[in-house]
């Protein structure tokens, strides 16, 4: 086994809760829920999908991890990810807004894009840096970017 997969970050009993109380405010709320994932990979997906009662209120989940998959899938543009990288408020809005296009019956899109590292990073992106924007029908696009401190781990850093 490699050492990726030997240190998660956040332990999977704590994964499991935060999906639970999503999937349960999500029920509350009426929500119906796309994903579109670029750096977890469809890890959230799984994690949600883990929850008995996931499926009232997921509807599907895009895994766009290469630009092309952004463009072919989401409609993010090229030029515009070339002006702003595939790590940004820019592209992780438009994210949302090619997902609830492309799933017109949902009323609340997420998606995230982040550097999961090892290697790669900069200093306008930083290793462990990650945008999570909201989206909704009728709503703006909310990004707020989240700095997990680099742990060497590309898998601790996915979770």
């Known amino acids: 086994m490699s050492d990726d997969l030997q240190q998660p970050s956040i332990a999977q009993s704590d994964i499991a809760q935060l999906a639970q109380n999503i999937v349960e405010k999500a029920q509350q709320n009426n929500f119906v829920i796309a994903l579109a994932e670029s750096c977890t990979g469809g890890m959230i997906a799984a994690a949600l999908t883990d929850v008995s009662g996931s499926s009232r209120v997921l509807d599907r989940g895009f895994v766009t991890y290469s630009n092309n998959a952004k463009m072919d899938i989401l409609g993010v543009s090229q030029a515009g990810l070339r002006a702003h990288g595939a790590v940004s408020e820019f592209t992780a809005c438009a994210m949302t807004h090619g997902t609830l296009i492309a799933a017109p019956e949902v009323n609340l899109a ?44 590309r898998y601790a850093n996915k979770r």
């Open 110 to 153: 997420l998606s995230v894009t982040g550097i999961a590292g090892p290697g790669g990073g900069s200093a306008e992106n930083p290793l462990g840096w990650y945008i999570f924007p909201v989206n909704g029908a009728m709503r703006p696009c909310v990004t707020p970017p989240m700095y997990f401190p680099e742990t060497g781990v």
